[in-house]
């Protein structure tokens, strides 16, 4: 487990949500290739379904099935694919499993080695570890790092360590991760949990106060067109969603309106603003329960995050 702080002052300031001011600073995360290597030494505990690491890449082809499981027969060669969406698309059949994909960047012939999951939600889907975030903004919050123990994908845990709640030196707690562009990609499925009590609150790829050089480039959560499922008290007084993403108001809402010992969560899937631009996800609270460190009993936790 990994944990990080960042508290204090930092030199770029926002709004949020007008109910006081959110100091961050933005981390760029350094050693990609060491990060990869963590990421492959951590999926290689996680026992295989399938995996496409065959002597036959680069040999000729003329059909697909003339290739091993998970690899693709491209300019009349068995070739590494270069996402799980487009391993699906071209081979229907292929099931959940770990898959070498030619990802920007990885070596033609051995790749990266990532999860794909080829069931849910039309298949295609790219888990992301540790070596998928290129940068993390922070401010105000304690993070915990980990992996979920049955495919090796990247958990976050954030606790909300500001306090206040008006006034010059009111504070807002904040994390958002930036992705990188391994492959291009056009939709984010994560499941997040919610404990404790904020009145102001922005997530689900609300806009604010995630403006200006941080901005997330994905479309804020719509009820009616994207998806949100598996609900757990996500409105003020009931589990399904109860449409609100980001407000700051003593007015009842999710992040408010229940016990601040109950668990609330949802499983999003989200779209990008542009899609071929790079893109970030984060969440933001104010007027919070609030304690140092880990011991805050207002938290969240990203995890089995995809791409696809």
């Known amino acids: 487990m990994v944990s990080k702080s960042a508290i204090g002052c930092f030199s ?5 949500l007008g109910c006081g001011r959110l100091d961050y600073e933005t981390v760029e995360l350094e050693g990609a290739d060491e ?18 690491a065959s002597p036959n890449v680069g040999e000729p082809c003329e059909e697909h099935q003339e290739c091993f499981v998970g690899l693709l027969c491209r300019t009349a060669q068995c070739s590494l694919p270069e996402s799980c969406l ?25 790749g990266e080695v990532h999860f794909c ?52 030196g009111a504070k807002q707690s904040f994390h958002l991760f930036g992705i990188n562009e391994k492959i291009g990609w056009e939709r984010l ?3 997040q949990r919610f404990s404790g009590q904020a009145d102001c609150f922005a997530t689900f790829g609300a806009q604010t106060p995630f403006t200006g050089p941080t901005a997330t480039n994905l479309v804020p959560l719509d009820p009616v067109i994207d998806t949100i499922r598996d609900e757990l008290r996500m409105g003020p007084d009931a589990d399904a969603f109860g449409g609100i993403s980001s407000a700051c108001t003593t007015d009842a809402h999710f992040m408010n309106s229940w016990s601040p010992q109950l668990l609330r969560r949802a499983e999003v899937i989200l779209r ?6 790079p893109a970030s996800y984060g969440t933001g609270v104010g007027c919070n329960a609030f304690g140092a ?10 995890h089995d995050i995809f791409v696809r």
């Open 117 to 168: 999951d080829m069931t849910r939600d039309g298949g295609g889907w790219t888990l992301l570890t540790r070596s998928w975030i290129a940068s993390e903004t922070m401010g105000d919050v304690t993070v915990i790092e980990g992996h979920d123990a049955e495919n090796g994908g990247l958990r976050l845990q954030v606790y909300a360590n500001a306090e206040g709640c008006s006034g010059p």
């Open 272 to 277: 990008k603003d542009q899609p071929d631009l």
């Open 35 to 52: 990060a990869v290597e963590v990421a492959n030494e951590e999926l290689a505990s996680v026992p295989v379904t399938e995996q496409n």
């Open 189 to 191: 499925r994560l499941v």
């Open 86 to 110: 487009e391993l699906k698309t071209t081979r229907p059949e292929t099931t959940d499993g770990r898959y070498a994909l030619r990802v920007r960047d990885a070596p033609p012939e051995t």
């Open 12 to 16: 770029i300031t926002l709004t949020l």
């Open 293 to 302: 460190g880990t011991s805050s009993p207002t938290w969240w936790i990203y």
